[in-house]
């Protein structure tokens, strides 16, 4: 018999939202904490910037049993990710197991030796101390700023400038008649700098180091999700545990898979026109792709075309009146520096000693299913990966998870397997695919199905592959096919 336990989830975004299900409804006595006063993560409308939209189509950012209305865009608006959201905790009665405005400020093993975790958490002026038996992280990527500043900074928002991290750029109006210089190319980068050049900015300088590759939502007409979702693109990238066979048809087959890139390649060249950009990178694109490969702002290269944003490769060296003096020795207008340098990976609520078993010296993390480590007992990540398809991501690895913590996995496996498959992930990403490295080695991308496969494997799933082999092969991963698989995974009950 599987025994109830009490749960915390932490976080209340998508990832917390499938967390709280997937423990819910095995019985699972679930308490969630969002410190926020809403759900939805970064998809919080104050947290969110004017324009955002997703990367990923609106079929590949969806759960299994909830598709996003019909009247949605291919890729919705923020606010339109945030009502799905909200209408998936509603359809679920998700609500009630979560206690908005609550933070967990710390986590301990418990101090009577038994299973489980403490955590300590503030709601407004209150404090206390909570008991778990398992805690699900749930916390996202996404909650603590990168913070950097320059020379001049102190002066120059004296003098009336502004400095900001791409979160706080949230009303457009800012950028009306203003000089304004992005510092980083990212998504965030690219889609403030189209919005401060749509919002009659007077000028717009985006400054970046290197140049990556960058996806167009349509790729010679084609939406992209029919190219590079598919399994058939993916086994060409070097995934991970590849065995004497697997690596002779690589070798085989290299150079199809070469002309494949250049052919990508150079659609990608002539469609954006990178050349004259400046903006081909050295790197090529099979080696780069991951999840730091960012799609392209619609307007990005058209606004550039027209010359309302300025690039620039280099980065800031000071803050001096009324403009930036960058790498380049050249000095940029500037009103308003918006910095979009991305967030802290982390889990800043678990004690020093627990990061070092769970963080490598080098910054990589080491978690089996991208979800747990064996040092670490009683708890797991629900979406602590990146990945293109987060949402379905996030949902499959809930559902293993509660499996896992439960014992009740077809193959649960034993300490020795996970420290195993763990060191042979990090000498992968290490000598093999260094661009497995980005954000801690967190990251699913190019490799959904190769993650999918295998935790559905692990669930005991009869079938985790569409029946038409071909539909399988090229097409991207469906998530209401999935919806279908998990119901093929031996059920139970905790009581
Ligand atoms: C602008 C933007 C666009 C994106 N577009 C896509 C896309 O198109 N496709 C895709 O796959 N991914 C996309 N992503 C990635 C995105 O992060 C994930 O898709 C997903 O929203 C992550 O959800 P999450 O619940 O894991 O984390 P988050 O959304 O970050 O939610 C974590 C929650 O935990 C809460 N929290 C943090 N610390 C604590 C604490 N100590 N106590 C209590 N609560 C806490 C936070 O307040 C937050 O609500 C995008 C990200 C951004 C920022």
Same mark, same amino acid.
């Given at each position: 018999m599987v025994k109830r336990k009490k749960v915390a989830v932490?976080?209340?975004?998508? !990832?917390?939202? @499938?967390?709280? %299900?997937?423990?819910?409804?095995?019985?699972?006595?679930?308490?969630?904490?969002?410190?926020?006063?809403?759900?939805g993560g970064v998809w919080e409308l104050s947290r969110s910037y004017p324009g955002v939209q997703t990367q990923s189509p609106k079929d590949l950012y969806r759960f299994t049993d909830h598709p996003m209305p019909a009247e949605y865009p291919e890729w919705p608006k923020g606010p339109q990710v945030h009502a799905y959201l909200h209408s998936y905790a509603a359809k679920h009665d998700l609500p009630r197991l979560f206690r908005l405005n609550t933070e967990v400020l710390s986590m301990d093993r418990r101090a009577n030796g038994e299973p489980g975790w403490t955590l300590t958490l503030r709601a407004g002026a209150s404090e206390w101390s909570e008991d778990f038996d398992f805690v699900a992280i749930c916390s996202g990527q996404f909650s603590e700023k990168n913070t950097i500043s320059h020379p001049g900074q102190e002066a120059f928002v004296a003098a009336g400038?502004?400095?900001?991290? =791409? =979160? #706080?750029?949230?009303? +457009?109006?800012?950028?009306?008649? %203003?000089?304004? $210089?992005?510092?980083?190319? =990212? %998504? =965030?980068?690219? #889609?403030?700098?189209?919005?401060?050049? /749509?919002?009659? @900015?007077?000028? $717009?300088?985006?400054? *970046?180091?290197?140049?990556?590759?960058?996806? +167009? *939502?349509?790729?010679?007409?084609?939406?992209?999700? /029919?190219?590079? *979702?598919?399994?058939?693109q993916e086994v060409q990238f070097n995934g991970w545990g590849r065995g004497p066979f697997a690596r002779m048809v690589a070798t085989v087959t290299r150079p199809l898979v070469w002309a494949n890139f250049r052919g990508l390649e150079t659609l990608l060249k002539f469609q954006l026109g990178l050349k004259k950009h400046n903006m081909v990178p050295d790197i090529p694109i099979e080696k780069e792709a991951s999840c730091s490969l960012p799609i392209v702002t619609p307007g990005f290269?058209?606004?550039?075309?027209?010359?309302?944003?300025? +690039? $620039?490769?280099?980065t800031f060296e000071a803050y001096e009146k009324d403009g930036v003096r960058l790498s380049t020795g050249e000095k940029v207008p500037c009103d308003i520096a918006v910095l979009a340098i991305g967030w802290k990976l982390g889990v800043p609520y678990l004690p020093q000693a627990y990061r070092d078993k769970l963080i490598e010296p080098d910054g990589q993390y080491k978690v089996y299913r991208l !979800?747990?480590?064996? #040092?670490? +007992? #009683?708890?797991?990540?629900?979406?602590?990966?990146? !990945?293109?398809?987060?949402? &379905?991501?996030?949902?499959?690895?809930?559902?293993? &998870?509660?499996? *896992?913590m439960d014992g009740q996995l077809a193959h649960q496996p034993t300490r020795e397997e996970i420290e195993r498959d763990i060191a042979d992930n990090l000498r992968w990403r290490r000598t093999e695919r260094p661009a497995a490295q980005v954000y801690g080695g967190l990251c699913s991308a190019p490799f959904h199905f190769r993650h999918f496969d295998e935790l559905m494997q692990d669930m005991g799933a009869r079938k985790w592959k569409r029946s038409n082999p071909v539909v399988e092969t090229f097409s991207y991963p469906d998530a209401g096919a999935y919806g279908r698989f998990l119901t093929t995974v031996p059920d139970y009950r905790a009581k």
């Open positions: 932490i976080g209340g975004g998508v !990832s917390g939202l @499938a967390a709280a %299900k997937a423990f819910d409804a095995k019985g699972h006595r679930v308490c969630g904490f969002e410190r926020s006063h809403d759900f400038g502004r400095v900001m991290h =791409s =979160s #706080d750029y949230t009303d +457009p109006t800012l950028a009306e008649n %203003k000089h304004v $210089v992005v510092l980083g190319a =990212s %998504k =965030s980068g690219t #889609d403030i700098a189209v919005n401060a050049a /749509r919002n009659r @900015a007077k000028s $717009v300088h985006i400054v *970046y180091r290197q140049n990556v590759w960058r996806v +167009p *939502y349509f790729i010679g007409g084609i939406n992209f999700k /029919r190219l590079l *979702y598919t399994r058939a290269f058209e606004f550039m075309n027209e010359g309302k944003i300025k +690039p $620039v490769i280099g !979800s747990v480590n064996p #040092d670490l +007992p #009683d708890m797991g990540f629900v979406g602590f990966n990146s !990945s293109f398809c987060t949402v &379905l991501s996030a949902e499959l690895i809930a559902n293993w &998870l509660v499996r *896992y």
